[in-house]
């Protein structure tokens, strides 16, 4: 979870990025006599590297000087590399009273990483009705990570009433911004019929426009749809094509249905290296059932030489991952 919510900040971060922005001596002489602009923008050119060499604590010594001139920009900015320590200090509290500073001047980004900050409870108590009045404050603003998250925040009941066409309307509109996690979600609604009646058909467009926007996710959706010929006819060229980019974008399930295509020989597909190279993969991708079947390989001595000492190490790989078979075998 505080993987996704740093991911999150930084593309926060990233977006309000002004865009041309460059080092030069008259940049560094407006923001020495004292322009905010300048001095944030300076801030900006030594975190990205942009004319000058990256020096993060110069670039919070710029953000710093900026925002005590009540500059949004640079207070946003600021407040993500005390949440994150980039070139200061880790401080949660000193991030929020910073995020919260542009929030308060109506900086969308600002809103929404302070509204992640009051669900999270990072920086600051708990507070999903905070949290809820500040993520809606930005998406009502346009911000698209906004808007999907409080459309999630209606959908799961999670500081609010829940309600499924509030949910979706939220979560429609972050898509219109061609937000992935919005298709993807939106898939698995009409896939699965969860708050909307089943639609074959409508979960596989809103999966292809992630798959056609590259992601993993996705394009291993729509391979599961041409191969079980849901929403669209059946063609296990097509899905063998989808699992493929899926694969070769790190998707270990995608990797591992590669893996069983070729080994198992399913639609005469059968080549056993490449099956063993693609079940290698998605262990390597941690895909727990993949770990266990090159364990059983190797213990076996089947299409790989036998080697208990390869086979137990697999099968504590899965079982590390929980696999209870792995586990079991193991004592």
């Known amino acids: 979870m505080r993987s996704i919510f740093l991911s999150l900040l930084v593309l926060t971060l990233s977006a309000g990025l002004a865009t041309g922005i460059s080092y030069s001596e008259q940049l560094l002489s407006q923001a020495q006599a004292g322009s905010a602009e300048a001095q944030y923008q300076l801030g900006i050119c030594y975190q990205d590297g942009l004319g000058v060499d990256k020096d993060p604590a110069q670039a919070v010594a710029w953000y710093l000087l900026a925002a005590k001139q009540e500059h949004a920009g640079a207070q946003n900015n600021l407040a993500y590399c005390y949440f994150v320590g980039e070139g200061v200090e880790t401080d949660q509290k000193e ?4 995020f919260r500073a542009a929030a308060n001047k109506g900086l969308s980004s600002a809103q929404f990483s302070l509204g992640l900050c009051y669900k999270n409870g990072a920086g600051t108590a708990k507070n999903l009705p905070e949290a809820y009045k500040w993520i809606l404050m930005a998406a009502e603003k346009g911000h698209t990570r906004a ?4 459309g999630r925040l209606y959908f799961d009941g999670d500081g609010v009433v829940p309600n499924t066409t509030e949910a979706l309307t ?3 509109l972050a898509a219109g911004q061609d937000y992935l996690d919005a298709f993807n979600f939106l898939g698995e609604c009409y896939k699965s019929g969860n708050g909307v009646d089943p639609d074959p058909a409508e979960a596989v467009r809103w999966f292809r426009k992630s798959a056609e926007l590259q992601d993993p996710r996705g394009q291993y959706e729509l391979g599961l749809a041409y191969v079980n010929g849901e929403g669209v006819k059946k063609d296990t060229a097509a899905a063998f094509r989808w699992f493929r980019l899926a694969a070769d974008n790190n998707h270990p399930e995608a990797a591992y249905t590669l893996a069983r295509f070729f080994l198992e020989g399913e639609s005469g597909a059968q080549n056993t290296a490449e099956g063993l190279t693609w079940l290698q993969t998605a262990a ?3 895909h ?3 770990l266990f079947q090159l364990g059983k390989l190797y213990y076996a001595g089947e299409s790989v ?3 208990l000492a390869v086979a137990a190490q697999w099968f504590l790989l899965a079982a590390e991952q929980g696999h209870p078979t792995a586990q079991y075998e193991l004592g």
């Open 95 to 98: 991030a929020v009273k910073w």
């Open 147 to 150: 808007q999907y998250t409080l």
């Open 170 to 172: 939220w979560i429609r």
């Open 284 to 286: 390597r991708l941690g």
């Open 288 to 290: 727990r059932e993949a």
């Open 305 to 307: 030489p036998k080697d």
